[in-house]
């Protein structure tokens, strides 16, 4: 089965600083991957996903993604935070289970911004 | 023009009683979702239905029982709810061709007592 990997539960940065949270995955063939984010009290928002060719992804909120095989890794950057990128951060990765496709997640990584 | 649904948004029940939650989507999708987020954020995949269809039964107690009366609603109806059960249930949809782009609901945080 895969499975995806996100070392830092919590991350805390200056608005204006850059950003990278990490994610790390498992999986024998090119993956699907995915970043959604989720706002407090919100459901799951996709930020951008990772299907082939290039391999730095641009999403939504000026997120954007580097899928890097030898790494096995789809890192999340942003240049310069805002207030209201205080979020939880899930990384994605699509598996198929029972003939259909899912989506495993990782254990998410909480971003709090600071003034 | 809320894409994906779900009522009630808030549920506090005892233990042993049975609750459903209802889930709605308005995009057209075929396919539609049920996840189960711990209190440590930890997203699983319950069940998948496409078109009505069940397509996905992930390990779950016998106490969930998933229904689709037609493809724009899924709901979830829980059993002799148990402390365990305590999560916040997500629903969500995506479109036949592309069933990794999933949009989700605003969940139902539920608490039993």
């Known amino acids: 089965a895969q499975s995806v990997t996100q070392p830092d539960i919590h991350i805390t940065v200056s608005e204006g600083a850059s950003l990278e949270l990490r994610c790390n995955y498992s999986y024998g063939a090119t993956p699907y991957l995915f970043w959604y984010v989720q706002s407090p009290g919100q459901g799951l928002q996709l930020l951008l996903k990772?299907?082939?060719?290039?391999?730095l992804v641009q999403g939504i909120k000026g997120f954007e993604a580097e899928f890097k095989r030898s790494q096995s890794s789809f890192n999340l950057r942003k240049p310069s935070v805002h207030w209201s990128d205080a979020a939880e951060y899930f990384c994605a990765v699509g598996d198929i289970i029972q003939g259909a496709q899912k989506l495993v997640f990782g254990q998410g990584t909480r971003l709090t911004i600071n003034p | 023009d809320t894409a994906v649904s779900q009522t009630p948004k808030y549920l506090v029940t005892q233990m042993g009683n049975d609750k459903s939650i209802k889930c709605e989507q308005n995009?057209?999708?075929?396919?539609m979702y049920w996840y189960k987020q711990d209190s440590k954020k930890f997203l699983k995949i319950m069940f998948s239905y496409n078109n009505k269809e069940l397509i996905i039964n992930e390990t779950v107690p016998n106490r969930f029982s998933p229904k689709s009366p037609d493809k724009a609603h899924l709901n979830l109806h829980i059993n002799s709810l148990e402390l365990g059960d305590s999560a916040v249930y997500f629903c969500a949809s995506s479109p036949e061709w592309d069933r990794y782009e999933q949009y989700f609901g605003p969940g139902t945080r539920l608490t039993v007592t």
């Open positions: 995009l057209g999708h075929d396919t």
């Open positions: 990772y299907f082939s060719g290039d391999t």
